[in-house]
Nanobody, 121 residues
Framework: QVQLVESGGGLVQSGGSLGLSCAAS????????MAWYRQAPGKERELVAS???????NYADSVKGRFTISRDNAKNTVYLQMNSLKPEDTAVFYC???????????????WGQGTQVTVSS
């Protein structure tokens, strides 16, 4: 049993900041990659940022320079610091993890339930 729980969503004005957290719990041996996705109404879910176990991060072009992803491997937690928020950032943000449950090489995919981020203009 693995669960990803997001927190930190809410309402913020344009230009403001918001920080998201996602904690993974359960039977986890290691987490290869953690990521944040978002889905706005009427749009496909898109990758916002990802971070590998070693700390290498990747960002969507639309958030580069504004968002920062980080992780605490000891806590199995990933964070997303969002600055200079725009109304276009409004979406449900989902945490995602690719992880190993044991010493085998099998990798499993898990999603959080999502947290709403609303940016008002």
């Amino acid at each position: 049993q693995v669960q990803l729980v997001e927190s930190g969503g809410g309402l913020v004005q344009s230009g403001g900041s918001l920080g998201l957290s996602c904690a993974a719990s359960g039977s986890i041996f290691s987490i290869n990659r953690m990521a944040w996705y978002r889905q706005a109404p009427g749009k496909e879910r898109e990758l916002v940022a990802s971070i590998a176990s070693g700390g290498t991060a990747n960002y969507a072009d639309s958030v580069k320079g504004r968002f920062t992803i980080s992780r605490d491997n000891a806590k199995n937690t990933v964070y997303l610091q969002m600055n200079s928020l725009k109304p276009e950032d409004t979406a449900v943000f989902y945490c995602h993890a690719l992880l190993r449950k044991d010493r085998s090489q099998s990798v499993f995919s898990y999603w959080g339930q999502g947290t709403q981020v609303t940016v008002s203009s």
